[in-house]
Every structure is written in C-alpha cells, then in structure tokens.
C-alpha cells in the first residue's frame, strides 16, 4: 500500500463562550475497466505533528512539532522504528484494513447498485491465501498487502458473459463509469468524516489553550540550565527583555534560536516559578556546530484538555471544522512533497511503517487511532486522485479523455499497457517499501 502520510495537522476550534483554541490533529486504487486496485505509499508522517510535547531537545538535536500527546508519532519512526506490542500493532493493522475495505466497498457498492457485473473482491494482490465465492463473485484475501482491488469481468477470457452485455462495465455511459471509479475516493471521505464525528461524540477532540512563554519540562543534570538555576516546571516569559510571542510554537522556536546565537554568552531570562516572578542568568554551552545549547526540553505553556459534543449541532460542526483541517493539511503536504521531491523520497514508506506508526498511536493512547484512521482515509482519497495509471485518478483521466474525443475510447491495447504498467510499478514500489521499512524495524536491525 502506497501513502501520503507528511501531514501533521492542525485546526482551530472556537468552543461557544470560551478563548479561542488551537485543536491540533493530524491515505491510492486504480480502477481500469477490468479492476479496481487501491494501493499505498507513504510518506513519512512529521510523527510529532500530532503531539503536544513539541519538546526543542537542546542538548539532542532534535525537536518535536507542537500537537496531540495522544498521537505521539515520533519523527525518527522511520529511521528506525519500534513496531511495539502486539495488541497495539493488531488494533493498527485492523485499521489499515478497514480502511482499504472501506475504499473498495465503494467500487464494490457503486457498481452493483447500477447492475454492473462484478466478478472479484479483493484485499491485497498475489497469490490467494482465502477465498470462497458467493452470487458469481470471488472473494479473497491475498499475500501482499498493498492494498486490493475490485475486478470486473470485461475482459476475462473465462467469462461467459456475452461481450455486448450493457451491464459490463466498459459498456456502460462514461458517467456510470466515473460513479464507480470515484466512488472509493468518495467512501473514504465518508469514512473520515464518520470517524470524526464518533470521536466528537464519544471521547471528545483533545484541545489546548494556550498561556504566555515556554514552559520547561525537564533539565538535564549538569547542563547550563542546570548549573544556573533553572528548575522543570519553570515558564520562560522572555529573553534579554524580549517578551515571546504570544503564539506557542513560534515562542519556542524564538526562545531556541536565542540560545543557539548565544554560545559563551549570558541571557536573561524573565522566569515564572509558581507565583514568583524571577530573572536568571544563563550562559549556554558551546555544541560542536558553534550554537548555543542549555540542556532542557521546551515545549508550549498549554492546558490540554477534551471537548464533546454536547449535541448533534455541536457534533456536526466540530467534525465539519476538524474534517476540514485534516484535509487542508493533507493537501498541502501533498504539495510540498511534490515541491520538495528530491528531499521527500527518502521519507516514502509503505504498510510496514503505516502500521509501525500506527502501533506507536494505539500504544501511547487508543484515541490517536480515531485521528490516525481519518488522516490515513483523507491521504488516500487524495492520492486515489492523482491522474497516474494504477490509480483512481488515472483512470479517470482516460475517461476524461474518451469524452473529450467525443466517445471514441483509446485502443485497448494501449490503454491496458498504460493500466498494467502503472500497476507493476506500484507492486514494485509497494514491495521495496515492504522490505525496506522492515529492515528499519528496532528488533530485525538488532539482529543483523
């Protein structure tokens, strides 16, 4: 399966008589005229992105990104990632499943509702590890889990259906045709919005507001910060008189960049220690790259805290505002993968990492996999789009074609050496991710 996971994500939510809050939250399949396929690829989530913890590490050279601690996805996932335990890897791979049936229920659905002859339902591709048949059609679940496809006896040479049949797919309108091609990329927008939704309405959309300066979780021992004073549990109000910034991540970042100019040299900092207000000195230490460095962990001076909805208005338009977020977020790391392609590539990961990352949610708190099933079914209705063979939008784009030449379709055989080609490199693609996220896991490079 191939998948656009690059979003962190992040909306606002304006609750009814209270400050205004930042709400931080965080999925291809080509249907031809003989199947449906839906594959993915990844690429790599910000992890962090969705947890709040947005910790710069001074003294780690790292930092995390401002968001949800219940999807504490963790940017060094892919280098390396920790697959977790087994209940937290089932609960993520049952996801990831549910999603790609979801997505070819819609091919599924669409065709049969119009009459049209359906003649496989799949999940996966390769060689049929279950199977049983019911009303004509094959089910079955098959050995590579790059998603699945929905297949159509049009050109099957085993087929008893007369090749004139109107309810063969390729002899149907073109606007029957696009119904089921588009119609798992419609499902899973469904599915996203309905997944939100139950999460407004149940455990609640997490929500933070936000309080001036930066607060200091943890000190390490021996550090500058340390050394000169400052305690875990103190907020940084300003910096050499400088008051930061209201909004929380650019505090953090501001306060950062402070320090990293400052090697050798001493800052002020405007501290708040419970009810005191007190001024600290500190000098960084010079780090081997010549920037400054303290030896805390930062993060947004936030109070988190739930929302649910009190009723189906608020339901509806808390879901409508979150559902719109994750998609404008989606769309835009979309864009900035294709912008910054050559940086990107090394990020793309396949189900292996999907599943990685979506033990890392279920493990540190099952609400995460609300948001991480809504963002892995928005990604795929968006790159289900993309007008590339293999793909939904692929196809869609040869009917656009066909109606643009006023109805004359492509000679087969070129348009099924497009569709087959496209396939091929998606499965080729699909089974290097496969094998290159596993080498990635902790427990397989512990062993070589």
């Not at 000098?283 to 805390?296: A, C, E, L």
């Not at 656009?400 to 109805?407: P, Y």
Request: with cysteine; charged share 20%; proline share 5%.
């Amino acid at each position: 399966m191939l998948l656009n996971l690059s979003s962190s994500s992040c909306s606002v939510i304006n609750l009814p008589n209270s400050k205004s809050r930042t709400h931080f939250s965080k999925s291809p399949s080509s249907s031809s005229s003989s199947s449906s396929s839906s594959s993915f690829l990844s690429h790599s989530f910000n992890s962090s992105d969705l947890s709040f913890r947005n910790r710069h590490q001074i003294f780690w050279e790292k930092s995390r990104i401002p968001c949800r601690r219940s999807c504490d996805f963790r940017p060094w996932a892919f280098a390396g990632f920790d697959i977790g335990s087994a209940p937290s890897v089932l609960e993520a791979t049952a996801v990831l499943t549910a999603i790609i049936v979801v997505h070819e229920s819609g091919h599924f659905l669409a065709a049969c509702l119009q009459g049209i002859h359906v003649s496989k339902f799949a999940i996966g591709f390769g060689p049929i590890l279950a199977k049983f048949n019911k009303n004509n059609v094959e089910y079955s679940i098959r050995a590579f889990p790059l998603g699945g496809f929905v297949g159509f006896p049009d050109y099957d040479p085993e087929s008893d259906i007369p090749a004139d049949d109107e309810n063969l797919l390729k002899n149907r309108p073109i606007l029957d045709r696009v119904i089921v091609i588009s119609a798992g990329v419609v499902a899973n927008i469904i599915f996203a919005y309905l997944i939100i939704l139950i999460q407004v309405s149940s455990v609640g959309l997490p929500v933070q507001e936000p309080f001036p300066g930066v607060l200091v979780p943890e000190v390490l021992t021996l550090s500058a910060a340390s050394r000169d004073g400052l305690l875990p549990g103190d907020v940084i109000l300003a910096v050499d008189a400088n008051e930061l910034p209201k909004l929380a991540s650019k505090a953090v970042s501001e306060l950062v960049e402070a320090i990293k100019r400052s090697p050798n040299r001493t800052v002020l900092l405007k501290v708040e220690r419970g009810k005191q207000y007190l001024e600290i000195g500190v000098t960084p230490d010079k780090s081997f790259d010549g920037t400054g460095r303290i030896g805390v962990q930062l993060s947004p001076n936030v109070k988190i805290s739930k929302v649910v909805a009190k009723n189906f208005l608020e339901a509806f338009s808390y879901s409508k505002r979150e559902f719109l977020g994750l998609s404008y977020k989606v769309l835009d790391s979309l864009k900035q993968t294709f912008l910054n392609f050559s940086q990107s590539a090394s990020k793309v990961s396949g189900p292996v990492a999907i599943i990685a990352v979506g033990a890392e949610v279920a493990r540190s708190n099952i609400d995460g996999l609300y948001q991480f099933a809504a963002v892995l079914n928005i990604n795929l209705a968006v790159i289900n789009l993309l007008p590339l063979p293999a793909l939904d939008g692929g196809s869609l784009a040869l009917i656009l074609i066909e109606a643009a030449r006023g109805g004359r379709k492509l000679p087969l055989e070129l348009e099924q050496q497009i569709m087959s080609s496209g396939i091929m490199l998606v499965v080729l693609l699909g089974l290097f991710l496969i094998i290159k996220d596993t080498l990635n896991l902790e427990f397989i490079k512990d062993l070589l």
